[in-house]
């Protein structure tokens, strides 16, 4: 029996033969290097069996209704699947396969190189020195300084704070570490319950002080640095609000790696513009790709924004591509899924 599977970005040509291979599948490739149109989609989902999806693309009712019956995978290519009604495919039998784990070190790389650049005013600088204007403050005894991320004469204990404490949180303060990190706090899902004890085996894991949950206020108060580390949606929408922003440390960064929509951006600006906080770095903003450069955000000199490329290493990508083709022929072929959403 033949099925269909619509692809809405070419895998590359590592991945795609991973596809083309199994004769049973009639795959169906948005032709395009760009995006892939709603309207294409929804005309060539109809009797699909399988799809796989970025995260530009919604997988709502508009969608499952327009596959049909026939729809058995939603498959992602991103470790967020706040892109896809989990509910709407729990109702329909469908199952979801996402691509956590492969890109866990190449986000948490890319937050630490973020909260240095948003310390140490590397966009400022690098825009100067771009412009050909190599600034004759530079070595003004105390030009250009920044707060120092690793630990020092004056700041001997240094405290990382992460906003959800998931793998990528993990690894990117595996990384603090040989920066002398000594403390650490963080926030989870307030429907999930406390274990001290496990926050006591992860301090002595990192050979820290101390790691423990706290509530929103007394992160932003204790850490030197605040990773947005959360899953998107309505729960965490907005949750860095002016509030937050207002009770960070003034010297500290704010690094956003997870979703654009957890921090409200207008407010981001002002922390920026009236020095509540020293500087952030985000990878992510609310409503890209809509980003222009009067974004509040891109107009910040003491903001880095990057468009989306926190996993866009050579070898996360494949990986990520390996495991959204493998999600889908599990599912199709009675295969392992390597990473079902669990619904
Ligand atoms: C990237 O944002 C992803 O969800 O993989
Ligand atoms: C830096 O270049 C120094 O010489 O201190």
Redesign the pocket.
């Known amino acids: 029996e033949r099925m269909k599977v619509v692809v809405t970005r070419n895998l590359g040509p590592d991945v795609m033969p991973l596809l083309q291979e199994r004769k049973e599948l009639d795959l169906v490739v948005w032709p395009e290097d760009r995006p892939c149109e709603r309207e294409w989609f929804l005309q060539n989902v109809p009797g699909a069996t399988g799809v796989i999806v970025m995260?530009s693309d919604k997988v709502n009712q508009e969608l499952y209704e327009a596959a049909g019956p026939t729809l058995k995978i939603v498959s992602?290519?991103?470790?967020?699947?706040e892109h896809i009604d989990l509910q709407g495919a729990a109702q329909r039998n469908i199952r979801v396969g996402?691509?956590p784990d492969v890109?866990t070190d190449a986000?948490a790389d890319i937050s630490i190189m973020l909260a240095l650049m948003a310390g140490r005013n590397v966009r400022e600088t690098t825009e100067l020195v771009a412009r050909g204007d190599w600034p004759n403050t530079a070595w003004a005894p105390y030009g250009f300084v920044g707060p120092q991320l690793s630990a020092n004469w004056v700041h001997p204990t240094r405290t990382a704070g992460f906003l959800g404490f998931g793998r990528i949180s993990k690894a990117t303060l595996a990384r603090l570490v040989p920066f002398g990190f000594t403390d650490c706090v963080y926030t989870s899902n307030p429907s999930s319950t406390p274990n001290p004890a496990a926050d006591a085996e992860t301090a002595r894991t990192y050979g820290l002080r101390s790691v423990r949950r706290v509530g929103l206020p007394e992160l932003a108060a204790q850490s030197d640095v605040v990773f947005v580390l959360a899953p998107g949606g309505a729960a965490t929408h907005h949750v860095v609000d002016a509030a937050f922003l207002r009770g960070m440390k003034s010297t500290a960064v704010l690094v956003n790696t997870?979703?654009g929509t957890l921090v409200d951006s207008d407010a981001l600006a002002t922390a920026l513009r009236e020095r509540w906080i020293w500087g952030a770095g985000v990878?992510?903003v609310e409503g890209e790709p809509h980003v222009g450069r009067e974004h509040p955000l891109v107009r910040e000199p003491r903001c880095v924004v990057l468009p989306?490329i926190?996993?866009a290493t050579i070898e996360t990508r494949l990986g990520?591509a390996t495991t959204a083709a493998k999600n889908l022929l599990g599912a199709l072929f009675g295969e392992a899924m390597p990473a079902e959403v669990q619904m």
Request: no cysteine.
């Open positions: 995260l992602t290519m991103s470790v967020g699947y996402y691509t890109l986000v997870a979703r990878d992510v989306h926190a996993s990520m």
